[in-house]
């Protein structure tokens, strides 16, 4: 159990235009959703905080307006990095959690995004 | 300055030996979670320790929480090669939205 999918796994695109990234929950329902970023070597970064139904919580230097959020449904949320650049590649990594009393999160399986 | 310190950042050891790695932190913790990753993909949850003294056990790797609750060890005993990856310990503080608080990481190498 506590499966999360990513799609795409990878993806290439060219500057300026928009990428789509799917994080879904496969066998429960994620009442909140994390989407963060990881540079090679290093730790993951919070993103931002989404909770189904309501507008995302980014931190702070994360600019809301290039990167899009939304938690449409308990098993779904999107990320989508609007006029991309080079210095937007990254590898992007969602979790999703249930609640409960531990707030385990289980992790996507990452998309890596290049902006050429 | 990251809240979660973790220490080595770097471990290369050969098959057989044992390692630890350490997370600490000067906060409190509501949970402490450990985590490993492969190149390439999103951590796996290994583990998590919600009480201070907890001591948790997971084939060869043992996780302790520290009694205050701002500490964590990972000790991995007789490493094998598949224990190679990157290993992430991250705190949950309810006041804080409940969000995980990631240490650094630990690049753990395993040479045969």
């Known amino acids: 159990g506590a499966v999360v999918s990513q799609h795409p796994s990878w993806v290439i695109c060219k500057s300026g235009t928009s990428v789509k990234i799917e994080c879904r929950s496969l066998?429960?329902?994620?009442?909140?959703m994390f989407w963060y970023r990881q540079f090679p070597k290093q730790s993951l970064m919070l993103m931002a905080t989404s909770n189904e139904g309501s507008k995302a919580t980014y931190e702070q230097g994360v600019e809301k307006d290039k990167f899009l959020i939304n938690h449409a449904s308990l098993t779904l949320s999107t990320l989508t990095v609007t006029s991309a650049h080079p210095e937007d590649s990254s590898f992007y990594i969602c979790?999703?959690?249930?609640?409960?009393?531990?707030?385990?999160?289980?992790f996507g399986p990452g998309t890596r995004l290049t902006v050429t | 300055t990251q809240l979660l310190e973790q220490s080595p950042q770097f471990l290369s050891i050969q098959e057989g030996e044992n390692l630890t790695v350490y997370c600490n932190s000067s906060s409190v913790f509501s949970s402490l979670q450990w985590y490993r990753q492969e190149p390439g993909e999103g951590p796996v949850l290994l583990v998590t320790v919600v009480t201070g003294g907890e001591v948790k056990k997971l084939k060869r790797l043992t996780f302790q929480f520290g009694d205050a609750r701002k500490d964590s060890s990972l000790h991995i005993t007789a490493a094998q090669p598949g224990d190679t990856g990157l290993y992430l310990c991250?705190?949950?503080?309810?006041?804080?939205?409940?969000?995980?608080?990631f240490g650094g990481g630990t690049r753990v190498l395993v040479k045969p």
């Open positions: 991250a705190g949950v503080i309810v006041a804080a939205g409940n969000k995980l608080t």
């Open positions: 066998d429960f329902q994620a009442t909140t």
């Open positions: 979790s999703a959690t249930s609640g409960g009393s531990s707030y385990e999160q289980y």
